[in-house]
């Protein structure tokens, strides 16, 4: 399989922010390493057996399922213990695998910022494919300056999946994905923006890129726990300004 190049980040605190919500919380965070670029097609195409006309683009129109599988996948072929474990389509985090595995949104935004307190780490133009490039797809990984963690298009080109639920009292079993698409505007493409979808929706500006780590804990890592998930599922507040709930 091509190769999955990683960059070590650096352990630190993280503050993130909800808006709908009104919401913002701070993580401390444990070093970890983290995908240069998103997921390719090639790669999707090697482990997955999904065709890909454009072997170096991000590999989208993919769900949250299908980029745990090939997470997986991707821990199977180098030898690591998979992150994740199946219970039909119920997932469950191995908190202590060194396998190959979906960023936290904690993980993901401290990774993304690079340091950075802004909205975006750098000018638009120089580091991210954006509405005002006028492409139509996603272009190849790496055609942007990287942030100062060496990261490249985690703002622009793609969304990229993480693992945390975005608010299960209200969205259910919905998926965060984070950092903007090739056809968002400056807006959307910051490096607070927390949108998500259902675990198998798919849609042609959603991708992904992988993280790597293990940590002590059984249900509880990098921002994220099982407990928490579910106090937040069990919330019956009222509904923001703006939210549609699914139940």
């Known amino acids: 399989m091509t190769d999955i190049e990683l960059a070590r980040i650096a352990g630190g605190t993280v503050t993130l922010h909800d808006a709908r919500g009104k919401a913002r919380w701070s993580v401390e965070l444990e070093p970890f390493e983290i995908g240069v670029y998103a997921v390719t097609q090639e790669q999707l195409t090697e482990l997955l057996g999904e065709p890909g006309a454009h072997p170096r683009r ?31 389509e119920d997932v ?54 990287p942030n100062l963690n060496g990261l490249f298009d985690t703002l622009g080109n793609a969304w990229e999946w993480c693992w945390d639920l975005l608010d299960p ?22 490096a607070s923006t927390r949108r998500g979808g259902a675990p198998r929706m798919h849609h042609d500006d959603v991708g992904f890129r992988v993280a790597k780590g293990g940590f002590d804990g059984v249900d509880a890592a990098q921002g994220w726990s099982a407990q928490a998930d579910a106090e937040r599922a069990a919330f019956d507040g009222p509904t923001p300004p703006g939210w549609t709930p699914l139940r």
């Open 58 to 88: 991000p590999a989208t129109d993919v769900s949250w399922l299908r980029a745990i599988r090939f997470c997986n996948a991707a821990s199977e072929w180098e030898g690591l213990d998979p992150a994740y474990r199946f219970d039909g």
């Open 169 to 190: 009292a209200r969205y259910a079993d919905y998926r965060v994905f984070r950092g903007g698409g090739f056809a968002d505007d400056a807006w959307s493409v910051r």
């Open 92 to 145: 469950t985090w191995r908190v202590e695998a060194d396998g190959f595995r979906l960023p936290t949104e904690a993980e993901w935004e401290y990774a993304c910022r690079a340091g950075s307190t802004g909205p975006q780490y750098g000018p638009l133009a120089e580091i991210a494919w954006t509405s005002a490039d006028g492409v139509t797809a996603p272009q190849n990984v790496g055609g942007k300056l």
